[in-house]
């Protein structure tokens, strides 16, 4: 299990690393560039995932067809794969690169933002094709059991990315320091560097693929509705799903370039363990899968029930080393703004909550922080739990949200170039004010008199 899974999982990794590497030499040129290279992101994040649905289900087919040694289907299944990818890689350029406005916008409507993004975008928008290649033909090769190819092309990538991320971002060995767009451009040629080593091993191993390329592509529609029958729900399931993660992005991408920072460099980092796990999740369908195609159901039952006790334990693992190192890791990245640090390495664990002060008390007596209460019940709060150490009352003035505070806000984000729509100026209220409850309950009285 080891020899394959471990490849596996450490070529996903390396993949994760590329993100991770273009986020940590952009974040010296402040949280406007981290943004934009964010935002970015998520549309290059959901392209993937679409890949990784078409590779996912390609993986299941392949492996049983590795089983059962039916090469000819082998090719196949690449074939249509490669026609899918294909398919969505121009889809997505077409977006990429002729409406990356409106495709940033969804996210953020910062127009310092929006103008360092296009940039970006316009770069990585070539990448597609080189991605949809990469993805599938390293699926390809670990279904048929061929794990160091696709891990050696990505040690590669990730050496070619890193090193020209230094070069064409700063300006190193006589470039001029391109920036941002240095960043999109490490990351498109590093991509096409592993695209030629995958090309050039798939032609000269002597495997599955030495086959006239008209074997790769003849194909009959029985074989792609088989096909399609597998991917395309795991296409579907992928794409929901990083709908749903990019509305998440969407809420940090609107209050503002500073918090979208911090989430862009915690979701970078992120992203090693989650893609770590897609690693493992390969492993495991190539491995059933091939159980499967030589006849070994049982086995393939008793391996996959391996898989899912073993995969929850690595993640509380991994969760915990993650919590462990996060404020080292981030120490080494130059974060612009304390702000922005703050979001990438303590997120919130528990959600905001409307309580009584009674219930306040478990809490307060637990925190090992000083607690700073703010907002018209804080003095309430700080007479019932003053002989609690390290709690303090803010003075009156601080207390609560003024106009005065709110505009020295602004004029701080104004000066770096920056801009916040009026609605996130608002006020976000747990429940509603004292007095609007009573209002309310006045007129529900006389509603129901009436």
Not at 70 to 92: C, D, N, P, W
Not at 168 to 179: E, R, S, T, V
Not at 391 to 410: D, H, I, N, W
Not at 416 to 435: F, W
């Amino acid at each position: 299990m080891a020899k394959l899974a471990l490849p596996i999982a450490l070529q996903q990794l390396l993949v994760s690393c590329a993100q991770l590497v273009d986020t940590a030499m952009v974040t010296p040129l402040g949280n406007v560039i981290v943004s934009a290279v964010g935002v970015s992101s998520r549309w290059i994040f959901l392209m993937n995932l679409f890949y990784f649905g078409i590779s996912s289900g390609s993986a299941a087919l392949i492996s049983q067809f590795w089983g059962a040694k039916e090469e000819k289907h082998i090719r196949s299944s690449y074939g249509v794969a490669l026609i899918f990818g294909t398919g969505v890689a121009l889809v997505a350029f077409a977006a990429m690169f002729f409406f990356p406005d409106q495709l940033i916008r969804v996210f953020s409507n910062e127009a310092p933002v929006i103008a360092e993004a296009r940039k970006y975008m316009k770069i990585v928008a070539f990448m597609g094709l080189f991605s949809s290649f990469n993805q599938i033909t390293c699926v390809v090769l670990r279904a048929t059991e061929k794990v160091n190819p696709p891990l050696y092309s990505s040690i590669a990538a990730v050496a070619v990315n890193t090193a020209l991320n230094y070069i064409l971002i700063n300006g190193k060995l006589g470039f001029p320091a391109m920036g941002i767009s240095g960043a999109a451009a490490a990351t498109l040629i590093s991509a096409a560097v592993q695209s030629l080593i995958l090309i050039i091993y798939i032609n000269t191993a002597k495997q599955v693929f030495k086959a006239p390329p008209t074997e790769f592509f003849r194909l009959t529609g029985a074989f792609v509705r088989r096909f399609s029958v597998t991917c395309l729900p795991v296409v579907f399931n992928e794409g929901i799903w990083a709908i749903g993660t990019n509305i998440y992005s969407m809420v940090f991408a609107r209050q503002g370039s500073e918090a979208y920072a911090g989430y862009t460099i915690f979701s970078s980092i992120e992203q090693i363990a989650f893609v770590f796990f897609v690693g493992i999740c390969h492993a495991c369908s190539i491995m059933t899968g091939k159980t499967i195609g030589e006849g070994r159901e049982e086995d393939a039952y008793r391996l996959a029930k391996r898989f899912l006790i073993m995969t929850p334990l690595i993640g509380v693992f991994t969760g915990a080393v993650l919590a462990s190192v996060r404020v080292p890791l981030l120490s080494l990245l130059d974060i612009e703004t304390q702000g922005a640090f703050d979001l990438a390495s303590h997120r919130r664990l528990t959600e905001d909550a409307a309580a009584p002060v009674t219930e306040l008390e478990n809490f307060v007596q637990s925190c090992k922080k000083p607690l700073f209460f703010v907002g018209d019940g804080a003095t309430l709060c700080y007479n019932t739990y003053k002989s609690v150490p390290g709690v303090v009352c803010t003075p009156p003035a601080l207390q609560v949200l003024r106009g005065a505070g709110v505009a020295l806000a602004a004029k701080a984000l104004w000066e770096n170039g920056e801009c916040v729509p009026p609605a996130a100026l608002l006020p976000d209220y747990h429940r509603l004010s004292q007095a609007e409850r009573e209002r309310a309950e006045r007129e529900k009285t006389k509603g129901a008199s009436e």
